[in-house]
């Protein structure tokens, strides 16, 4: 209790706030809880109070007391599956526009799912959905979005040397040449002879060349 | 020891002494240890109170007591998720602390970083340690036996919305990004790059 009353007023000291006294609105009916008016501008509490609604959403739909295992939702896994499989169709089309927005809304139905689902698996789902959804974005030249998707990637996973490449070929696009070639080279490092990231790394060498007007 | 050889000294020197010497000596030096030890408590404890915490408020733990003490007393299940949350926030905060502590460790040998951080690293650990215990106190008040269930959920949990927020954060990391680069867009969405040729 002792050590409690030192941490709340630290917390008085650092935010004016107490913590009896936080401004939020619970509504018995909807059982959601909402930040008041005055606070609207306190982002982390609004983050905050938005990942406790999604999990008490979770837990009223749940039938038993408390989940039994994180094992993954077998309703949404088949429909991220199909979004998937028809966004990966589109791109094999040539339909990538198509593919990129069928391949968001598999991340928004992954999202979906409930917070303490395996995050091993969930994780893999994500990473397997943003692979293609960045390479869709490079076939359109939307370097900006495939330059994000490929940092979050590496973010995830750094092991693979594929990401290192779509972060490099979306960098490269936008003019970052030195990041494009750090990032080729720390590929390599993965794969020694991988051929795509090879003539890659030679035509950014290239380009960082005639930029410096040696070519 | 010394006390007592310089009154045998005393004793040896001046024959009549009164019996309120000694009784005066030993409450003044009480009085004086007394008077001491309050007023460094109390520095301790302003010093603790004033210390700048280690991580940011913990809003999971405000939310769980506010909605724990609030009247009416919301949905069983939406207290629960509370306590997850918390449990969660908990989770991460150990793994953080776990994460530094090579680094703390290694740059406070040095000297590298003062007292006062390496103190504030060693309260968070305390602290961190009675939330854990609060949090399995508070779980054993829901349903006896719960423990062994709740734990790998709030890993789960902690992780995944760890995941959740670095995804949702790539809309501002791109703006964030092309402003950095110094990239504009133009009014169709596409991208003018200053350092490229057109």
């Known amino acids: 209790m002792n050590i409690n009353n030192i941490n709340i007023k630290n917390n008085n000291n650092n935010t004016t706030q107490s913590i009896m006294s936080l401004p939020i609105t619970y509504d018995p009916i909807t059982k959601i809880i909402s930040i008041n008016e005055s606070a609207q501008n306190d982002q982390e509490l609004k983050e905050e109070i938005d990942q406790l609604n999604r999990l008490s959403k979770d837990f009223i739909n749940l039938n038993s007391e408390i989940p039994e295992s994180p094992e993954p939702s077998k309703t949404l896994t088949p429909l991220i599956k199909k979004l998937v499989t028809s966004g990966i169709d589109a791109q094999k089309r040539g339909k990538h526009h198509d593919a990129i927005k069928q391949f968001s809304l598999a991340i928004?139905?992954?999202?979906r799912r409930s917070r303490w689902e395996a995050f091993a698996i969930q994780l893999q789902e994500l990473n397997l959905i943003l692979m293609a959804r960045c390479d869709s974005y490079i076939m359109t030249k939307n370097w900006i979005d495939a330059y994000n998707d490929a940092d979050m990637l590496l973010g995830t996973q750094v092991n693979t040397p594929e990401n290192f490449l779509r972060r490099a070929t979306a960098a490269?696009?936008?003019?970052?040449?030195?990041?494009?070639?750090?990032?080729?080279?720390?590929g390599l490092c993965f794969v020694e002879d991988d051929e795509r990231i090879k003539t890659q790394l030679g035509v950014v060498n290239r380009l960082i060349a005639v930029e410096n007007g040696d070519l | 020891m010394?006390?007592?050889?310089?009154?045998?000294?005393?004793?040896?020197?001046?024959?009549?002494?009164?019996?309120f010497t000694p009784i005066i000596y030993v409450t003044v030096v009480l009085t004086a240890l007394v008077v001491f030890s309050?007023?460094?408590?109390?520095?301790?404890?302003?010093a603790l109170y004033n210390r700048q915490p280690f991580f940011k408020r913990n809003l999971p733990k405000e939310l769980h007591f506010e909605l724990r003490d609030s009247d009416p007393k919301p949905n069983e299940k939406v207290l629960k998720a509370a306590l997850l949350r918390r449990g969660a926030e908990s989770i991460r905060r150990t793994i953080?602390?776990?994460?530094?502590?090579?680094?703390?460790?290694a740059l406070y040998q040095k000297g590298s970083i003062g007292d006062d951080l390496y103190e504030r690293y060693q309260t968070a650990t305390k602290l961190e340690e009675l939330e854990v215990q609060e949090?399995?106190?508070?779980?054993?008040?829901?349903?006896?036996?719960?423990?062994?269930?709740f734990v790998p959920l709030l890993q789960e949990i902690c992780f995944n919305e760890a995941l959740r927020r670095r995804y949702s954060a790539i809309e501002d990391r791109k703006l964030d990004l092309l402003d950095q680069w110094e990239i504009k867009i133009s009014k169709d969405g596409i991208l003018e790059f200053p350092n490229k040729e057109k």
């Not at chain 1, 040449?177 to 720390?186: C, N």
């Not at chain 2, 309050?38 to 302003?46: A, D, G, S, T, V």
């Not at chain 2, 953080?96 to 460790?105: A, D, G, S």
């Not at chain 2, 949090?135 to 269930?149: L, N, S």
């Open chain 1, 108 to 111: 928004d139905m992954a999202s």
């Open chain 2, 96 to 105: 953080k602390l776990k994460e530094v502590q090579p680094f703390i460790t």
């Open chain 2, 38 to 46: 309050i007023n460094y408590r109390k520095n301790k404890i302003n």
């Open chain 2, 2 to 19: 010394a006390d007592n050889q310089t009154t045998e000294q005393t004793e040896q020197v001046i024959s009549k002494i009164s019996v």
């Open chain 2, 135 to 149: 949090i399995v106190a508070e779980t054993e008040k829901y349903k006896a036996g719960w423990i062994p269930k």
């Open chain 1, 172 to 186: 490269s696009n936008m003019g970052r040449l030195t990041q494009a070639k750090y990032d080729l080279e720390r």
